[in-house]
């Protein structure tokens, strides 16, 4: 595989835990898997190839831009590991539940979308594409850190956020797929632009 292909299947590689809520929501309405475990398995799992797909693309990236790409790896590992310790916790709950796990889960996920908006940027492309990504996930960002504002008193408290449930499945169905598509889109871009300057 040429590196052209490897850096668009790493990128799309790394979209894969942007769909989490979305994955999540199909499998819930098609299976009687509880939602407490899929809700670990799962951004355990596109966590993984998410993680994957970041460290092989950044490989990819050359010069100090490369650095910037590393939040985003961080944060990604963050999930993971997150996801991981939650196992033999019996599978508790992630997504609004007070302790230490569940808001280190929730803070990462929230930091997906700025520390996307730093990964376009270490990409060597100057394309409209990257570009507007960078802009895209930067809006995403603001409404994610409003967030993050908003709860971190509660979980600073220890204290439920289901209150405020509304914002953060706004941000997870729109604000984190919408990321992921970018992604991808900027994956199909680099090939081509990487293959027409070759050509």
Known sequence: MNEQKLFAVALTC???????????????????????????????????????GTMLALNCVEGRRRYLGLPLLLVIGLIVAAS????????????????????????SFLLLAPSSSLFFLSLPERTAAVRTASVIAGVVSLFALLILLLIGPS?????????????????????????????IIIAVCVRKERSGEEG
């Open 155 to 183: 979980m600073l408290a220890g204290e439920s956020i289901l209150p405020l449930i509304g914002f953060l499945w706004l941000y997870g169905v729109i604000g984190l797929p919408i990321i992921g598509i970018l992604f």
């Open 14 to 52: 790394t979209s894969s835990l942007f769909f989490y809520p979305w994955v999540i929501s199909a499998l819930m309405a098609v299976t009687p898997v509880s939602s407490a475990v899929l809700g670990v398995v799962l951004p355990l799992l596109l966590g993984s190839v998410s993680l994957a």
């Open 84 to 107: 991981f310790l939650s196992v033999p916790l019996g599978f508790s709950r992630l997504i609004g539940a007070p302790g230490l796990l569940p808001a280190v889960w929730m803070v």
